[in-house]
């Protein structure tokens, strides 16, 4: 598995609304795709250090800590 370079998490975004969350997670990190995705739903396994997958509840609440990967 590759290292991604940093910044590649967020810990600070868990609890804050998803869309806020893609914004600040693309601006500093302008090598990353940050993309919405309803927690529990299917995802491939692939690793890539370019996209970071935001899982957010259904009131669009970050409910994990956003990752490179």
Known sequence: MS???PKNAWPELLGKDGH???SVIEREN???DAVVILDGSPVTAD???DRVRVIVNS???VVRI???G
């Open 59 to 61: 009131k669009n609440i």
């Open 20 to 22: 806020y969350a893609t």
């Open 30 to 32: 302008r090598t990353v």
């Open 3 to 5: 290292q991604c370079p």
């Open 47 to 49: 690793f890539r250090c």
């Open 66 to 68: 956003p990752v490179s």
